[in-house]
């Protein structure tokens, strides 16, 4: 390895290393702080999956509040060890300085024994942790950096999500048109034939097409297409298979579910199957947009251009934001049309390893427990049922044991039967699935050693697939039958319709969440307090939703019966 060679790679391993910052003007305890973390391999093994593994921490120390601000405004840190009393700045101005200099680097304040109330304060004005001089140790000082450090990087990564988000939904005037399609398309037929419709009509493209997988088979059929050519999809073949016919950007999107890219049909070794038909009709790149929502591949939008790498930079960006957006309306569609719907299909599962101490309730007392209503508030679960054949306290007890609960509220009182509420803080990816697929989780019965769940899915929707992908959520999930049967209307004025078209979700989360919870029986299950503090939400913003909803509610009936004669 020569000098020059040398140089770069230790360039690049303090690159890659931990640096830190310690702002301490007592030397002491500054050669203490830098003996321990020189001897220390655990922080940089805890760094393993940052690719820092075997880089040793450099640390910079400096006396003064105005040296440590320089070198923060110079050199990369990736944590600051803050002594608050220095000869130039004392107390919490001292962090808030160094904070006003680097406000995304965390800082773990240093304090004395005395001034542990002020390392408090200290993290209630930004300071990610404090540790007291004399009872520092290598290991804490290693996992307080550690945490301090992967603290910082995830709200990094939290605004950079958000930044993320607001940019995609502000889509540009480039997919504005193929936008409305999807808005005001009415079945999904009719949405895939205006997309593809769209972007042919479109100076930058020549032809598209949306394809998907037919069951049992791993070719490509087109479902529908636009453009002057096509006849193209007369003359090839595209599959999501492991043939030579599946390595293009169609099959490769379908499998990585990611926009797949041809920048130039001439040189791409991967479209050699399809290079000299494309190349007669001119097509010079295509793009493979996935058409997908959560766990559910709804097919692939292929589109093609005449000019060479048409597709970097925004342009993907958009057709990537496309493909989300066709997806979610195609789940939006179906789900619409299952309110419209009579048929209604009934899928049975078991599922073991699940609520452990309710089921081993239900088989050492004979104890039946019933989930009647499940009701979704952000990222939170609400369950209402009863419970027959166990006291509260023993009912109690055993959902302290079940991590998945976080509280129960009992609604009813009763020695051995009772109705209840309970919260599931984590949403969970198998009823997401079955959601996302226009389903919904009708009931949920813990009894005899078992627990079992029924899923409520519109006819006509694909029930192979929704097995498997409840299977794949889940281990120890086990399908026990299927049958279908004709819903009819129960409500003829519309109750239903209003839930679903007048309210908004908020509205409706409310009114469902008071009703389940007992706001309106005599005497009150619930509270409106208490409802609002499970909705997180106000007490006079729940009295709001709840007003709004039942006036949204009786002029719906009302008018309806006016322009009735009734």
């Known amino acids: 390895m020569n000098r020059q060679t040398a140089t770069d790679a230790n360039e690049a391993a303090a690159d890659r290393a931990i640096h830190v910052l310690l702002i301490e003007d007592n030397p002491g305890d500054a050669r203490l702080i830098r003996e321990m973390l020189r001897d220390s391999e655990e922080l940089t093994q805890r760094f393993d999956l940052d690719e820092r593994a075997g880089d040793r921490p450099t640390i910079t120390c400096e006396s003064r509040l105005e040296d440590g601000l320089e070198t923060l405004e110079t050199t990369r840190i990736d944590v600051v060890l803050l002594d608050l009393n220095l000869p130039d700045s004392h107390g919490l101005e001292t962090l808030e300085a160094v904070h006003e200099t680097a406000e995304s680097v965390p800082i773990v304040v240093l304090t004395g024994v005395r001034d542990q109330e002020i390392g408090v304060r200290a993290i209630q004005r930004g300071a990610q942790d404090f540790l007291v001089k004399d009872e520092v140790t290598t290991p804490l000082l290693v996992r307080t950096i550690y945490h301090a450090i992967e603290r910082a990087r995830q709200r990094r990564e939290r605004r950079r999500r958000r930044r993320q988000m607001e940019s995609l939904n502000r889509l540009n005037r480039i997919a504005h048109d193929t936008t409305h399609a999807v808005i005001t398309s009415d079945t999904r037929r ?83 199957p399809w290079r000299e038909v494309a190349l007669e009709y001119g097509y010079r790149s295509v793009a ?90 952000g990222e939170t679960l609400l369950a209402y049922g009863s419970a027959d054949g166990v006291s509260q306290d023993t009912f109690e007890d055993a959902i302290d044991r079940t991590t998945r609960f976080e509280d129960v509220r009992f609604l009813t009182k009763g020695d051995d039967q009772f109705q209840f509420e309970l919260v599931a803080p984590i949403v969970d990816s198998l009823f997401e699935t ?133």
């Not at 598209?208 to 069951?215: D, E, K, Q, S």
């Not at 000019?307 to 066709?326: C, H, K, Q, W, Y």
């Not at 949204?552 to 009936?557: A, G, I, N, Q």
């Open 190 to 272: 009719e949405l895939e034939q205006q997309v593809c419709d769209r972007l042919a009509d479109s100076d930058a493209y020549q032809f598209a097409w949306i394809g998907g997988l037919n069951p049992g088979s791993d070719e490509v059929t087109p479902r529908s297409k636009a453009g002057s050519d096509e006849e193209y999809l007369e003359r090839i073949t595209v599959t999501a298979g492991d043939d030579e016919f599946a390595q293009g950007p169609g099959g490769s999107a379908l499998r990585s579910q990611e926009v797949q890219i041809t920048a130039d049909v001439r040189t791409d070794p991967d479209f050699k």
């Open 288 to 377: 493979s947009v996935p058409i997908s929502h959560e766990e559910l591949v709804y097919g692939v939008l292929i589109v093609y251009s005449t000019t060479v790498n048409a597709f970097s930079g925004p342009e993907r960006d958009v057709l990537s934001r496309l493909g989300d957006v066709i997806g979610h309306a195609i789940t939006a569609i179906e789900r619409r049309e299952a309110l419209v719907s009579d048929a209604v299909v009934e899928l049975e599962f078991q599922i073991d390893d699940l609520a452990d101490p309710l089921v081993d309730l239900s088989t050492e007392a004979s104890v039946t427990v019933r989930f009647d209503r499940l009701i979704w508030e």
């Open 434 to 566: 079955i959601a996302t697929h226009g389903g919904r989780v009708s009931s949920v019965t813990i009894d005899d050693g078992e627990f079992r769940f029924v899923v409520q899915l519109p006819q006509g929707r694909d029930t192979r697939r929704i097995v498997e992908l409840v299977r794949d959520s889940h281990e120890g999930i086990s399908y026990l039958s299927q049958r279908s049967y004709d819903q009819r209307e129960t409500d003829e004025l519309g109750a239903q319709s209003v839930l679903e078209e007048k309210l908004t979700d908020k509205q409706r989360v409310a009114l469902e969440t008071a009703y389940a919870a007992g706001y309106f029986d005599w005497p009150r299950g619930s509270t409106g307090e208490e409802i609002a503090e499970r909705l997180d939400i106000s007490p006079a913003t729940l009295n709001q939703h709840l007003r709004t909803a039942e006036r949204k509610f009786f002029e719906s009936m009302f008018e309806s019966s006016r322009e009735d004669g009734s």
